[in-house]
């Protein structure tokens, strides 16, 4: 008589968590992404305008670093899985945990606690870095300013919303190449592709990065922009809809 064993959502997120740490790849993406968020951060901060005009917004510049930052987060959320696929070890987690709902979960629970966490702890950084690197004369916030700490949370929020995203992507295509591809397309290629529309066109501030740039980092309104809160409610929503989708692909789709 044999049985099989139950694996519950905590023992599957250990062993999601066992896995994501124990990559090589991980560690190098979020070097990537600390060098990003923290080396631009001191680059705008020690070039930055001593006599700025009226709209220049210190904290929404200061997070230049978030164009590398969001794509080296978005990689290392469709790595998270399509990194299985590519090997064949998905057949052996499928085996191991059947419900393929529950390991979607769980990578997803796993994906979120890291870059969130990294994500908050570089925003922080990123902040301190261009304080001390600005030159004198150089404006720049300070946390208790109206705006400022809700922009700095946001910021670091924004990458692991991209790397669920990310996640999501690579459970419909199952494919490293393909998933990164598809995270370039919606980060970078899509706004430049919609630049004839206008900068300020209806569809553009739908754009997760021009949400990043004139919504979650600005703490000066911009106009025609999403409020931060709004910003924030669209990519809650893109993430829901690209882990739903990545959800039905894997239950209905062979591995």
């Given at each position: 008589m044999t049985t099989?064993?139950?694996?519950g959502l905590r023992d599957v997120t250990r062993m999601e968590w066992h896995k994501l740490r124990t990559l090589r790849s991980t560690w190098v993406i979020l070097l990537v992404f600390a060098a990003g968020m923290v080396g631009f951060a001191i680059l705008v901060g020690a070039t930055g305008p001593v006599r700025p005009g009226p709209s220049y917004d210190p904290t929404e510049n200061l997070f230049a670093g978030l164009a590398l930052g969001q794509l080296a987060i978005g990689i290392l959320g469709a790595l998270t899985l399509s990194s299985e696929f590519g090997s064949g070890s998905i057949r052996a987690t499928f085996a191991a945990v059947p419900r393929r709902g529950?390991?979607?979960?769980?990578?997803?629970?796993?994906?979120a606690v890291v870059t969130l966490a990294a994500g908050e702890a570089l925003a922080f950084a990123a902040?301190?870095?261009?304080?001390?690197?600005?030159?004198?004369?150089?404006?720049?916030?300070?946390l208790g300013q109206p705006g400022v700490l809700r922009a700095v949370l946001l910021a670091g929020a924004y990458p692991c919303l991209i790397g669920l995203i990310g996640l999501g992507v690579a459970a419909v295509i199952r494919h490293t190449a393909g998933a990164i591809a598809a995270i370039v397309a919606v980060?970078?290629?899509?706004?430049?592709?919609?630049?004839?529309?206008?900068?300020?066109?209806?569809v553009m501030k739908f754009l997760p990065e021009i949400i990043a740039e004139n919504s979650l980092t600005a703490v000066k309104p911009v106009a025609d922009s999403l409020s931060a809160g709004a910003g924030l409610g669209m990519l809650c929503l893109y993430v829901a809809i690209a882990l739903a989708a990545g959800g039905w692909a894997l239950t209905r789709r062979d591995a």
């Amino acid at each position: 008589m044999t049985t099989t064993a139950t694996y519950g959502l905590r023992d599957v997120t250990r062993m999601e968590w066992h896995k994501l740490r124990t990559l090589r790849s991980t560690w190098v993406i979020l070097l990537v992404f600390a060098a990003g968020m923290v080396g631009f951060a001191i680059l705008v901060g020690a070039t930055g305008p001593v006599r700025p005009g009226p709209s220049y917004d210190p904290t929404e510049n200061l997070f230049a670093g978030l164009a590398l930052g969001q794509l080296a987060i978005g990689i290392l959320g469709a790595l998270t899985l399509s990194s299985e696929f590519g090997s064949g070890s998905i057949r052996a987690t499928f085996a191991a945990v059947p419900r393929r709902g529950r390991v979607l979960a769980a990578k997803a629970a796993v994906t979120a606690v890291v870059t969130l966490a990294a994500g908050e702890a570089l925003a922080f950084a990123a902040f301190a870095a261009f304080a001390l690197a600005a030159r004198p004369g150089v404006p720049h916030a300070s946390l208790g300013q109206p705006g400022v700490l809700r922009a700095v949370l946001l910021a670091g929020a924004y990458p692991c919303l991209i790397g669920l995203i990310g996640l999501g992507v690579a459970a419909v295509i199952r494919h490293t190449a393909g998933a990164i591809a598809a995270i370039v397309a919606v980060v970078f290629v899509l706004p430049i592709a919609l630049l004839p529309l206008g900068e300020h066109s209806a569809v553009m501030k739908f754009l997760p990065e021009i949400i990043a740039e004139n919504s979650l980092t600005a703490v000066k309104p911009v106009a025609d922009s999403l409020s931060a809160g709004a910003g924030l409610g669209m990519l809650c929503l893109y993430v829901a809809i690209a882990l739903a989708a990545g959800g039905w692909a894997l239950t209905r789709r062979d591995a």
